[in-house]
């Protein structure tokens, strides 16, 4: 249940009776973080009083004299400068974990109004080496998905391929000018990332360029991607060559990760609708020409958006948007999310802007922004040629296969999704701590309770079995079950898996005090050996629920 929500409307009638301005009361209220101030607290208070100018506890009293105290609360308490303690009667509580254990989804409601998403995330570039920025944008995307659906809503899962940009000149040139057949016989894509090193190591240096050196070469592999994408048979039957080993690839990476989309409509796919997209920005006035190109001035100062450039190639910004137009007929979708690197905020701004302006359609286009890795790890992965995360990947053979993916991703998602990122598998598959090892561990000992007891957890999935809450520990596991819908409403406020790991966090460590403190299979009678067996079975099923949205499996046994 989303107890937040659900006490939200009592609060708010108590403040307007009271006399208060209304207020955000959703984002005043909290779980509290120890049981000595209740459950949950209302810290809006503080806020009233400055508007009201009178003491925050005045305005505490008056909101509990106006508080229709629901039958399912003790009493309110207000401590220190007016927060209200708001604590759950534990009958009430034991009711809604019975309810919880007799149903399929948890407790977890459908939404009122189910929307259509669309994802776009993952998107690496093909024939390039997939970096840390799109294994994150792949599993950060993947558990979005997840989440959204679990909800009821419609999740459209795009991988949005770079397949059509210039290191295909690259590898182009280098399968021309320096190919060794043997070598791409045996190994195609092998083949073509040795190629596309060895090309970039004849560039010259950015610093030679502005010095106005030229570079043959450079311009050489820009000449071939130019050729391509007019149409020269030759480089396009090779383009047709190297897209399916080069997807092969890529999909390995996706099937070890268990994520899977349902589309991959990548930049080629929009090619034949640039040149009307290009069109129609001019004709409705958007677009206009400058220097020879076609740009979009969002204001007289900003740097202008290319969409043409003046030799005629269309750019990233032209596809993006062929792509929301395609995106928006086709699905109608609510919101679009993109989940890419954080880098890309001035274009996702600029297209945002450009595509209402255009459209004019209410759909929703948020970047969700991924922070990439700390320098450090960066420095590392530029110097190993750019194949450190492959060879992370790699690494995972040696470690069993659940627990090693699930330690990535975990460790991924439970970072807030705009903060730097270190990789550290020592850290990751910790058997103590916030990880995905933690969490599948307690899962499988939980597991093997009802193997050793001879009990089937199957019973335990209907709401004929009391729920028992006498000890401090049995209420404080049963609050966190009873919390799962707040968290996960909670991660989709702000797209961030992160919450569901801290909730899963906070589950785990109050299964473990009970565990310790509450004997199941050896309790005092068998009424509380069946409440705590049910309170166990629950609290497996809500870790697995709350894993394979992270997109992480659990084994039963480890
Ligand atoms: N391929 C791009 C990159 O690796 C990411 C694409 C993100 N999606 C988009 N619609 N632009 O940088």
Same mark, same amino acid.
């Given at each position: ?38 459950? %949950?607290?209302?810290? !809006? ?6 508007? #009201?100018?009178? +003491? ?7 909101? =509990? ?24 009667? +534990?009958?009430?509580? #034991? ?9 399929? *989804? ?22 390039? +080496? ?10 950060? !995307?993947?558990?979005? #998905?997840? $989440? ?47 190629? %596309?090193?060895?090309? *970039? ?90 220097? !020879? ?5 969002? $204001? ?22 062929? $792509? ?45 922004? =991924?922070?990439? #890795? ?12 750019? $194949? ?17 993916? !699930? ?30 090892? %933690? ?7 939980? *597991? ?62 109050? %299964? ?11 309790? +005092? ?34």
């Amino acid at each position: 249940m989303n107890f937040p929500l659900f006490i939200s409307t009592y609060l708010e009638e108590a403040l307007g009776k009271a006399g208060f301005a209304s207020v955000d009361i959703l984002s005043q209220i909290r779980a509290s973080t120890d049981s000595k101030f209740g459950d %949950y607290q209302f810290n !809006g208070s503080m806020g009233l009083a400055k508007e #009201a100018k009178i +003491p925050p506890r005045k305005v505490a009293e008056k909101i =509990v004299e106006f508080f229709a105290l629901p039958e399912f609360l003790e009493p309110v308490e207000i401590a220190g400068p007016g927060f209200l303690n708001l604590r759950i009667k +534990p009958q009430w509580l #034991a009711g809604k974990i019975q309810e919880m254990a007799a149903d399929p *989804r948890l407790g977890v409601l459908q939404p009122a109004k189910v929307k259509t998403f669309v994802i776009d995330f993952s998107s690496p570039n093909v024939a390039k +080496p997939m970096h840390v920025g799109h294994l994150r944008s792949t599993i950060l !995307g993947d558990s979005l #998905a997840r $989440t959204l659906r679990f909800f009821g809503h419609t999740v459209i899962t795009d991988n949005h391929l770079g397949d059509w940009g210039t290191q295909f000149g690259i590898i182009l040139y280098g399968y021309k000018h320096m190919l060794d057949e043997e070598a791409f016989k045996r190994e195609p894509v092998k083949e073509l990332a040795r190629l %596309y090193v060895e090309v *970039r190591k004849l560039f010259k240096t950015a610093e030679e360029i502005a010095k106005g050196v030229v570079d043959p070469v450079q311009n050489a592999c820009r000449d071939e991607t130019a050729k391509m994408h007019k149409g020269d048979q030759t480089n396009l039957e090779l383009w047709r060559k190297f897209m399916p080993v080069c997807l092969s690839e890529i999909d390995l990476i996706y099937q070890r990760l268990g994520v899977r989309f349902d589309y991959t409509y990548g930049e080629s796919f929009y090619q034949p609708f640039l040149n009307k997209v290009v069109q129609d920005l001019s004709a409705s006035g958007l677009a206009r020409e400058s220097e !020879g190109a076609l740009a979009i001035f969002l $204001t007289e100062d900003s740097t202008p958006a290319l969409v043409r450039k003046s030799d005629g190639a269309f750019t990233y910004m032209t596809t993006d948007l062929a $792509t929301i137009q395609y995106r928006v007929e086709r699905w109608h979708p609510d919101a679009i999310l993109y989940v890419v690197d954080s880098r890309q905020s001035l274009h996702f701004s600029q297209l945002f802007q450009i595509a209402h302006q255009w459209l004019g359609q209410q759909t929703r286009l948020e970047h969700e922004a =991924v922070r990439l #890795a700390k320098e450090v790890y960066q420095a590392a992965y530029h110097q190993e040629g750019e $194949t450190q995360s492959k060879e992370s990947l790699e690494d995972l053979n040696r470690v069993g296969e659940v627990v090693g993916i !699930g330690a990535v991703k975990y460790a991924d998602l439970c970072q807030n999704r705009t903060s730097d990122y270190v990789f550290n598998w020592e850290k990751m598959m910790a058997m103590e701590g916030n990880t995905a090892t %933690y969490m599948q561990y307690a899962y499988a000992r939980n *597991r093997s309770i009802f193997r050793k007891g001879g009990f089937n957890p199957d019973d335990y999935r209907n709401s004929s079995i009391p729920v028992l809450l006498e000890t401090a520990e049995e209420r404080g596991l049963a609050l966190q079950l009873f919390r799962f819908e707040e968290a996960l409403t909670l991660s989709l406020v702000d797209n961030k898996p992160s919450q569901i790991t801290l909730y899963l966090w906070d589950l785990a460590k109050a %299964y473990s005090v009970f565990f310790q403190n509450c004997p199941v299979l050896k309790a +005092p009678n068998e009424e509380i050996r069946q409440s705590r067996l049910l309170l166990c079975d629950l609290t497996a099923r809500v870790l697995k629920q709350g894993l394979e949205l992270l997109g992480i499996s659990v084994l039963e046994k480890m």
